[in-house]
């Protein structure tokens, strides 16, 4: 079995001399998700960071490492990667790795020299668009592969697909798991590094994911604007009528949703993880946010903080349309109000239904009559992870303890990522490893987005130990 006085410093230099310079090449290449790059396919981004990596994977020394790229139908292109067993591994199991390597746009507020497109080092940190989300990932699992190879470790039959549309909720993914799935196979083991963790000093792992829906509520109340002297009074307010709405599905004290197709049971065990979680972080789940001087949170209860990020319904208003800017704001009665609005849901929430009974309630029987339209724009259902096997949790752990010095810890998150419901879907029988290290402050999808360089490393390492601990634990139960 690889010790890690072996493993560290091998994958230390792996990092050094071949991972980080690539990785920096990847983030100079501006490979914007489809729904934020509408000539992707002219641009070329995405084929070219899918080919980076292939040429990257291919000098690996690994036995048998085959790569293919595919790019069917117009469809973005994915990463489709075959490592087969080593000679002491599992020869009837395969593992898993997903990643992608789109990324999500610029937006403002990069700090002097940093930019969006350009990798820079500065000590332990590694910034750049797509450094912590998601680009890393892929670099974690092949290099753990290679690095058991090079110090007599075992592995299984490991397949990775890496695609190029996950910022855009992977509309693609399900087609090619569909082509890939005779050359997939039955995964046990399904590998997902793309969420958040706690801090930067033990192995953080994911066991549920919120359902999401994003939908535009538009209320119009005129075909053209009226002055105000003249209309007040007359013509209801298309945003007063919007206040009425949203007070149907929302408890304006709790913010919570109102209605029981919202809701869901928090189960026992996510239930523990979290107070675990909770009475380990204390006051540091509310460290990640600046709040205007004064401003209180919802909740200063750890626990409560984090079930109510976790399972409970919630809304969010994440843009608007139809009021004007303060700069040009005239005297006019205006002719609608438009919200893009965010529905957090509890993992277990079957978003379609919820989508289905949200329209109804919030068009039906409007104000005044007023013209209410609910257009859903994006769906991303929940995920809640199947009891974790005994010997999967104590890979985890040892993995944590061996690299990091301490154990693991098991929690959820606010975000979702519908692809792990769609794998979870398509191998409903596979131990899931959802983990991640956008950690504080790395700042995933904002300004001076970045990798924990130190951290990687650890979970590269964590990686080839979990993986070496399923061979041995295979032999011993054979």
Not at 39 to 63: K, S, T
Request: proline residues 7%.
């Amino acid at each position: 079995m690889t010790d890690s006085e072996t493993l560290q410093p091998l994958v230390d230099e792996m990092w050094e001399e071949n991972i980080l310079p690539t990785l920096i090449e990847f983030l100079a290449i501006p490979s914007k998700s489809p729904n934020f790059d509408a000539n992707w396919l002219q641009n070329g981004y995405l084929l070219q960071v899918v080919q980076l990596v292939a040429d990257w994977c291919e000098q690996r020394d690994i036995p048998g490492l085959s790569t293919e790229i595919l790019m069917i139908e117009d469809r973005t292109p994915l990463l489709y990667i075959e490592i087969p067993a080593s000679e002491h591994g599992n020869q009837e199991e395969t593992f898993l790795f997903y990643n992608h390597l789109d990324k999500q746009p610029e937006c403002p507020g990069w700090s002097e020299g940093l930019e969006p497109f350009k990798g820079v080092r500065k000590g332990d940190k590694l910034y750049g668009r797509g450094a912590v989300d998601d680009g890393y990932a892929i670099f974690t699992k092949i290099a753990a592969i290679e690095a058991l190879h090079k110090t007599g470790g075992s592995y299984p039959r490991c397949v990775g697909v890496v695609e190029t549309s996950e910022e855009s909720c992977s509309p693609d993914l399900p087609f090619y798991l569909d082509v890939l799935s005779e050359r997939i196979g039955t995964p046990s083991v399904v590998f997902v590094f793309d969420t958040m963790s706690g801090n930067y000093e033990q192995l953080w792992v994911t066991m549920s994911l919120r359902s999401i829906l994003y939908a535009n509520l538009r209320v119009d109340v005129l075909k053209e604007p009226s002055i105000i002297a003249n209309a007040n009074g007359i013509v209801p307010s298309s945003f007063r009528i919007m206040r009425q709405l949203l007070s149907r599905v929302e408890d304006e004290d709790t913010g919570l949703l109102k209605p029981a197709f919202c809701q869901a049971e928090i189960p026992a065990e996510r239930r523990s993880q979290i107070s675990h979680i909770a009475a380990d972080l204390g006051g540091e789940v509310f460290d990640n946010f600046v709040f205007a001087d004064g401003v209180q949170p919802i909740t200063d209860d750890p626990e409560q903080a984090l079930l109510s990020c976790y399972w409970e319904p919630l809304l969010a208003t994440v843009a608007q349309d139809g009021l004007k800017p303060l700069d040009n704001a005239a005297l006019l009665l205006r002719t609608h109000t438009t919200l893009s609005l965010s529905f957090r849901l509890p993992p277990t929430a079957d978003v379609y239904k919820v989508d289905e009974q949200l329209g109804a309630l919030l068009t039906s029987k409007p104000p005044y009559n007023a013209k209410v339209s609910f257009e859903p724009y994006m769906h991303a259902q929940g995920w809640n992870a199947q009891p974790i096997a005994p010997w999967f949790e104590q890979a985890i752990n040892n993995a944590s303890l061996a690299h990091f010095g301490n154990k693991a810890k098991f929690w959820g998150s606010g975000g979702a990522i519908p692809v792990v419901s769609m794998l979870a879907e398509s191998y409903p029988q596979a131990q899931f490893m959802v983990s991640g290290l956008v950690g504080p402050g790395a700042n995933a999808h904002g300004p001076d987005e970045f990798l924990h360089i130190p951290a990687a490393k650890k979970l590269t390492c964590c990686l080839a130990s979990i993986i070496d601990d399923h061979s041995h634990e295979v032999r011993q139960e054979t």
